[in-house]
């Protein structure tokens, strides 16, 4: 059973920056991937960015260059650096752990970029 624990949301100005920490705890098997997601009111749930236990990253467009996914494997956590953050970004943003056919959720962290 693996457990995830996210933090680091908050009410940024739109050009700001948010780092959201996802803290595993359980056993932590490789491979795996570690993700990020959002959902925004009233909208789908949406692919923000992956990082793999091997090293791979990936992000939707609307976010490169601005989101930076990375994880420290010894803390077993996996990090989201966002900068220029626009309105747009505003959603509750959630951490997802696959590994051995197995998914768990956090509980998700409110994100809201508004002046």
């Known amino acids: 059973q693996v457990q995830l624990v996210e933090s680091g949301g908050g009410l940024v100005q739109p050009g700001g920056s948010l780092r959201l920490s996802c803290a595993a705890s359980?056993?932590?098997?490789?491979?795996?991937?570690m993700a990020w997601y959002r959902q925004a009111p009233g909208k789908q749930r949406e692919l923000v960015a992956t990082?793999?236990?091997?090293?791979?990253?990936a992000y939707v467009n609307s976010v490169k260059g601005r989101f930076t996914i990375s994880r420290d494997n010894a803390k077993k956590t996996v990090y989201l650096q966002m900068n220029s953050l626009k309105s747009e970004d505003t959603a509750v943003y959630y951490c997802?752990?696959?590994?051995?056919?197995?998914?768990?959720w956090g509980q998700g962290t409110q994100v809201t970029v508004s002046s």
């Open positions: 997802k752990f696959q590994a051995g056919g197995s998914t768990y």
């Open positions: 990082s793999t236990s091997g090293g791979s990253t």
């Open positions: 359980g056993s932590i098997f490789s491979p795996n991937v």
